[in-house]
Each structure stands twice: as structure tokens, then as C-alpha cells.
């Protein structure tokens, strides 16, 4: 049996599609190992600032770099931002003592790869999207392992390990939580239920189709939890004997939204689709129109198997929440097979799959 981890630095940061999984390792890998040193690289400006103490763990900050896709003033500052960027990583790497490096992309992933390549590091890449971003394409050129989370993605040594999530998601018993969740949502015990959400950054179309539907939905009875995203949010008045209509910035207990619901509509993160896919909960996604794409890869699968539906961003609008949204969310039959495709394809131990590759890659750095 091979020693226990002894230290590991875990590089993501930027978005919850980078965050919430970096946090699902930290947890199991403690979990196993109740000894074992863990800290977070990120930025000051992310979520991880806030997400990652409130979780117990040390973050180390690093200058945010910017990987420009074409020419631009970033290119020029690049190499300047990066040098500082690779230092800060290091000097992060050698004051936690880091056995491995483990990165989820993002800006602070490049500099954290860079940093622990130069002090002969074991680094594991995971990625998270069904077409990789740039910072771990690069990773997985240095990588002992790479773990990514939808078959088919195109980077070298990739093993299928899905997605590491939260225990309070992949345990998450819907049915169960459901009386308690709506009632902690300011939701109605009986009625059907609407989340929508963009991720954490929210999306803007989403946003503006829902909240020209708001008098549509609550004269349907169809009540709605609407997750913004944070400087995005809106009044909506009470109106007695109409469906709740809750509007909130940001939801750090996203399983609490999942057991509320009988229908999710929002972007196709990989975060979102393998969270949604392992609690069995059909959706409607809408992938963003920007980007490499990855949001169309991401969601293939369980369209194909039937567990959600496909909308191009051009086609939200509050007509379309009317004509398709309602409806379907009021089709108890339909939501009940789209529920078990979903589950079907869904994945709840990615981050115990993900934490024995960097018990392995950690043990094979100590081999070399």
C-alpha cells in the first residue's frame, strides 16, 4: 500500500466550473487523508476568493493571465504576466511542500503547470469540457495523468474519471429534500417548479426571456427560482395567490435548487450538465453562443439519451418560455423519462475516481 498524500496544491479558479470542482477533490482527498495539506491557487478576483476559505482551505493568490485567443495588448503583456504569474505559483508550490499539482484550467492553471514542470512536480490535469481549453491543453503536454470528464475528449494520456462534485449533489436525494428545499426557497410545496440558471456569471439572454414571462408564469401556476448571477438580479413583487416567482444573485447551496425542481433550464457548463445528469433532473440547455463551443460537446450525450433538450441562444425569449418552457414543465410523463435518461448517464463518484489518479501520480513522483 503506497504511503498517504502527504501535501497537494490545487490550481483552478475563475468561475464555478472551475471552483466547485477543485473544492469536490480538496474534500474527498481530506476525507481520506485527514492529515493531508491542501491549498488552493487562484486569484483575488474570483469566486475562489470567497468559496474556497469558506470551505476551511488556504488560498494562495496568483496575478491573473489572460490567454488571448488573437492579437491583442494581452499578447503583448503576456510574457511579463506570466513570469510573475509562474513565481507565485512556485513560491505557493514550496510553501505548501506539494507532492502534486493539480489543475482544473482557467488563468491560474498555465502558471501553476509551468512552476511545478520546472521543480520536477507530478501534475495532474483535469478537464472539465468536453473540448479542452488552452491551459490544459498545454497541461496535458507536462502531465503525469490527465483526467477529463466526457469520452472523447482530445488530449493525450486521457482517462474518464467525470466529474469530482460535491457530496451534497452526488448524494443528493431529491425526493426527500424536496418539502425542505422549497420551503427554505420561499417556494410552494405543490406547484411546478422553474430553476434557471446561467452559472455564476448568469446569462444575460436566459435572464431577460424569464423576466419578460414573470406575469406568463405566475398566472400558469408555474413558480420559478431564478439564479441571476451576482449585479444581475431583479425586483419581483409578491402577488398573492400567484406562483412565487424568487429571484437570488447566486446560490451556494445549488443541491437545495436541484431538489426544488422538476425542470432546470440554464447554460450547458460541464459543471451544470454532469451536476444535473447525476441527480436525474431533465433539463433544457442553452448553450453559449461564444467560445470554443465546448458548451454544444458538453451537452451531447444526454440529449442523445433523451434526458434534456438542445435550444440555441438566438431562440430564448419570452415567447419561447411560454410556448416550450411551460408546458413542458407541466408534463409530469414526460419529465419522469427524461428524469431516468439523465440519470442514466449521470456520474456521482468522479471525485473519488479523480483523487486515486493523484494518489497514484503523487506515489509514482516519489518512485522517480
Request: hydrophobic fraction near 45%.
Amino acid at each position: 500500500m503506497s504511503p498517504p498524500l502527504r501535501s497537494a496544491l490545487l490550481a483552478g479558479g475563475g468561475t464555478a466550473g472551475h471552483v466547485w470542482p477543485l473544492l469536490a477533490l480538496a474534500d474527498r482527498l481530506r476525507a481520506d487523508d485527514p492529515g493531508l495539506r491542501l491549498v488552493a491557487l487562484g486569484t483575488a478576483e474570483g469566486l475562489e476568493a470567497r468559496l474556497v476559505p469558506a470551505r476551511g482551505y488556504d488560498l494562495a493568490v496568483v496575478p491573473k493571465v489572460p490567454l488571448p485567443r488573437k492579437p491583442s495588448m494581452d499578447l503583448l503583456r503576456l510574457p511579463g504576466n506570466l513570469r510573475r504569474a509562474v513565481a507565485a505559483a512556485g513560491a505557493a508550490i514550496d510553501d505548501a511542500g506539494a507532492e502534486v499539482v493539480v489543475g482544473f484550467g482557467g488563468y491560474v492553471a498555465t502558471p501553476a503547470y509551468l512552476a511545478a514542470r520546472r521543480r520536477g512536480i507530478p501534475i495532474v490535469v483535469h478537464e472539465q469540457n468536453a473540448r479542452p481549453g488552452i491551459a490544459n491543453r498545454l497541461g496535458a503536454r507536462l502531465a503525469t495523468a490527465v483526467a477529463v470528464t466526457f469520452p472523447g475528449t482530445a488530449l493525450p494520456k486521457a482517462r474518464v474519471t467525470g466529474m469530482p462534485m460535491r457530496a451534497e449533489v452526488a448524494h443528493l436525494d431529491r425526493e426527500a429534500v424536496r418539502p425542505q428545499a422549497r420551503s427554505a426557497l420561499g417556494l410552494e410545496p405543490d406547484w411546478p417548479t422553474v430553476v434557471v440558471t446561467g452559472g455564476s456569471l448568469g446569462a444575460q439572454r436566459i435572464n431577460e426571456a424569464f423576466r419578460g414571462a414573470v406575469g406568463a408564469l405566475r398566472d400558469a401556476g408555474v413558480q420559478v427560482l431564478h439564479v441571476t448571477g451576482r449585479g444581475k438580479e431583479f425586483a419581483v413583487p409578491p402577488e398573492a395567490g400567484k406562483a412565487p416567482y424568487v429571484v437570488l444573485p447566486y446560490a451556494d447551496r445549488m443541491e437545495l435548487a436541484y431538489a426544488a425542481a422538476d425542470l432546470v433550464v440554464g447554460r450547458a457548463g460541464a459543471n451544470t450538465v454532469c451536476e444535473l445528469t447525476a441527480v436525474g433532473l431533465p433539463a433544457v440547455y442553452v448553450p453559449l453562443p461564444i467560445g470554443n463551443g465546448e458548451q454544444r460537446f458538453n451537452v451531447a450525450g444526454v440529449v442523445a439519451a433523451g434526458g434534456g433538450l438542445l435550444v440555441e441562444d438566438a431562440g430564448v425569449s419570452p415567447g419561447w418560455v411560454g410556448e416550450v418552457v411551460m408546458p413542458l414543465v407541466r408534463d409530469r410523463d414526460r419529465l419522469s423519462a427524461m428524469a431516468v435518461a439523465a440519470a442514466s448517464v449521470g456520474e456521482r463518484d468522479g471525485d473519488r475516481l479523480l483523487a486515486d489518479l493523484v494518489r497514484d501520480a503523487a506515489t509514482r513522483g516519489r518512485r522517480a
